[in-house]
């Protein structure tokens, strides 16, 4: 299919993405020349079925891995062709990340988590305290600063993770399957976070995910099948059901993992 494209400010360019696993002799090339336009403020998620290439489609764009071949640009910049110690700047400095299984440092409370990623950094004390406090109000998580992670719950563990994530105000926060180990509740308090936080504060977030109610919050949702783009759904001005239902269309269509309905 066509490239995918976004009317906003490209933040994110991805062009012909392959990433090829294996010696000479058995090699599976797991993503097959994609190309991805994020635009600067979007929510995207990425689905599909079990082995279509999400988790690796992500982890090349938010430099975890390194594509076969291809090129990326994120806000300007050429990850493909940046040395390991700039990338490693690039990706401390202006990306943020969610993982499932939090990540959080037990000897750590939550607010030494949080600011942990500014710990490298020189911003003065008011300015990260100031950061600190409303972000921790956005989240909910403000009486929670001084408990360790064995303290809180999934939801809550999250939810730090997210605070974490966005302390150093990265240009894109990446997502990978944040909900997985939530349930109902706190996936929809946390989702409901995300969501505010692209709408008000305007964060860039892609967001891998197989639950077509994550996706049903996002304002895009590209579809990968085999390793390539399938195709794509933009929520416009739909309700949140009514753009679930279009998600749940199109993995009916697409043979994918069966998923019961919320």
Known sequence: MAETTSTN??????????????????????????????GAGEFVGIMGASGAGKTTFMNVLATIDRPTSGSIMIDGQDIITMKDKPLSAFRRESL?????????????????NILLPLSLGNSPKKVIEQTYNQLVQTLD???????????????QKQRVSAARALI?????????????????????????????????????????????LASSYCNRVVFLKDGKLYTELYRGKRTRQEFFNDILNVQAVLGGEAYAAH
């Open 9 to 38: 400010h490209p933040l994110l360019v991805a062009k012909d993405v392959r990433k090829v696993f294996g010696t000479r002799k058995r090699t599976t090339e797991v993503l097959k020349g994609l190309d991805l336009t994020v």
């Open 96 to 112: 943020g990340f969610i993982f499932q299984d939090y990540n959080l440092l037990d000897t750590l409370t939550a607010k030494e």
């Open 141 to 155: 998580i403000q009486e929670m600063g001084d408990q360790y992670p064995h303290e809180l719950s999934g939801g």
């Open 168 to 212: 150093h105000q990265p240009k894109m926060l990446f997502a990978d399957e944040p909900t997985g180990a939530l349930d109902s509740k706190s996936a929809a308090m946390l989702l409901g976070k995300m969501e505010e936080l692209n709408r008000t504060q305007g964060v860039t977030i892609m967001m891998v995910t197989h639950d077509p």
